[in-house]
């Protein structure tokens, strides 16, 4: 498994990042993000879905939902945010296989489910830097992840 890492001075940064890796993604590709809470693991999605879509979309937490699914144009996005989940078994009811199938899975707080999760991914980690609107990502990448890291 490849690892990289890379310093996000602002906001600005980050939605560059984001943008950058919405348009390398393909149906069936996995991208779990950690962090603590409010390390921005949802305005990186925002940022992420906002790049694909061809409008102003509304991209909201689904912290109490646990699954917001966005249908673009090109591409299905399902965004899980799993803080809420109490078993691991619980995903299943929530299509996980489906959106592994037919779409991109962008996949909060992964950690309940880790060892039913494809090794064929990508884990995000957004860590709090010292200056205030900054974070150093940390990406680490399997399968085709790991082939593009490389290239990087």
């Known amino acids: 498994m490849q690892k990289q890492e890379v310093y996000l001075?602002?906001?600005?940064q980050t939605k560059i990042f984001a943008s950058k890796l919405a348009k390398i993604v393909s149906l069936g590709d996995i991208i779990t993000l950690r962090g603590d809470l409010g390390s921005g693991k949802t305005s990186f999605v925002q940022y992420f879905i906002r790049?694909?879509?061809?409008?102003n979309i509304e991209v909201t937490s689904?912290?109490?939902n646990l699954l917001h699914v966005h249908q673009l144009k090109s591409l299905e996005i399902w965004h899980f945010d799993l803080y809420r989940l109490k078993n691991r078994d619980e995903i299943y009811e929530l299509g996980i296989e489906d959106a592994w199938?037919?779409?991109v899975s962008i996949i909060e707080w992964p950690e309940i489910i880790q060892d039913i999760l494809p090794k064929n991914r990508l884990d995000l980690y957004i860590d709090f830097a010292k200056q205030e609107n900054a974070r150093i990502l940390t990406w680490k990448g399997s399968g085709k992840w790991a082939e593009l890291l490389?290239?990087?």
Do not use: Q
């Not at 001075?9 to 600005?12: D, F, H, I, T």
């Not at 790049?51 to 409008?55: C, F, I, K, R, V």
């Open 9 to 12: 001075e602002s906001l600005e």
């Open 51 to 55: 790049s694909l879509s061809e409008e």
């Open 62 to 64: 689904p912290t109490f």
């Open 101 to 103: 199938n037919n779409g």
């Open 150 to 152: 490389l290239k990087e």
